[in-house]
């Protein structure tokens, strides 16, 4: 069996020396006028760069850009968006963390790629496979507001949504992506929604061409609906299982129909984890898994941590993956 090691999907722009601090600083350059567009973008590219490098030296064999350009994981796909626009910040589901809330007051339109042009550039930048990550249409729906236009509620939004989100993922495909990360932890709030969210995820499962479609949910207890996850249109199921107790268990007594990405590392703590009591973990996992390949990564992404703290949960993959060499 293939152990296959993966970033999540944000890493903390400012990191803990002197010289890591330079987007922040840039930042407040802009705001002051001191320094243009292109200048900024500059030292985006650089700190890109910088973080894809570091996500390789600590072992992991697929890397994403840590979405350095994301003001938060919401506004950065709506308010690309024709008939959206942005109003203020509302707290990021059980997190500290804010974001700009979407409002809708017409059809919600795709002007242009959204994440495309970042993950070329991951994808030059980093000598192994790059993952782009977009929020999916269910989670976008249900955190934005109708103000106006011609959806009725969440399941038509997320519907349109959902047609938005496959011509990016298309073109994601078409420009060489081997996996496209969808993020949907606003399911597991809402159980009952699981028949309209496997109709969300068809579009951009049909869409997805040569890569792999991973749906990632977190911050919720996805073991009630391990099932009916297991058997969505997806071709990895992403699994945080810091709040999932029961989930390690469930997954060892029944396998797994769809390939299995295990969040097993808290994204959202400092404390480190032991090697071994990982290995342990996928160990008791893997006990009716039959497919080739079952994933490794944080159980979030890591924006939530300081630089160091970050680097050491990915380089702790490595370290795992090297306990269980004998079985993978």
């Known amino acids: 069996m293939k152990l296959l090691l993966q970033n999540h999907s944000s890493y903390p722009r400012i990191g803990d020396q ?12 802009r705001q002051r006028g001191e320094i243009d567009a292109a200048e900024l973008a500059a030292i985006e590219r650089a700190q890109i760069d910088e973080v894809i490098h570091e996500q390789e030296h600590a ?20 308010g690309t968006l024709d008939g ?21 007051t017409a059809k ?14 991951a994808q030059v930048a980093a000598g192994r496979a790059a993952k782009p990550v977009l929020p999916g249409p269910y989670t976008l729906a249900r955190l934005a507001v109708i103000d106006s236009g011609p959806y009725s509620g969440v399941a038509a939004l997320a519907a349109a949504l959902s047609e ?3 011509a990016e ?15 949907e932890p606003a399911i597991l709030a809402h159980p009952a929604d699981i028949r309209l969210f496997r109709q969300l995820l068809e579009p951009l499962w049909q869409a997805r061409g040569g890569a792999q479609l991973m749906v990632a949910t977190y911050f919720g207890d996805a073991a009630p609906l391990y099932a009916q996850l297991n058997s969505l249109p997806a071709d990895v199921l992403v699994l945080d299982f810091t709040y999932s107790p029961e989930l390690l268990g469930v997954i060892g007594a029944t396998g797994a129909s769809t390939a299995l990405a295990l969040g097993l590392l808290d994204g959202r703590s400092i404390r480190m984890e ?19 390949t079952i994933h490794l990564l944080p159980s979030c992404g890591l924006e939530y941590l300081p630089r160091a703290a970050a680097r050491a949960k990915l380089a702790l993959l490595a370290e795992t993956r090297r306990l269980l060499h004998g079985l993978v």
């Open 18 to 29: 002197p010289g890591q601090q330079r987007l922040r600083k840039a930042h407040a350059a």
């Open 59 to 78: 072992g992991v064999d697929v890397v994403t850009d840590g979405q350095i350009r994301w003001h938060d994981p919401v506004s950065h796909v709506m």
């Open 84 to 104: 959206v626009r942005l109003n203020g910040l509302l707290r990021y589901l059980d997190t500290n963390f804010y974001f700009r809330q979407p409002v809708v």
């Open 108 to 121: 919600v339109r795709r002007r242009a790629p959204i994440v495309r042009d970042d993950f070329m550039q």
């Open 164 to 166: 938005v989100l496959a």
């Open 169 to 183: 993922v298309r073109e994601l495909a078409q420009s060489g992506a081997q996996f496209i990360q969808i993020e």
């Open 274 to 292: 032991s090697a071994a009591t990982v290995a342990r973990q996928i160990e008791e996992a893997v006990r009716r898994y039959t497919l080739d």
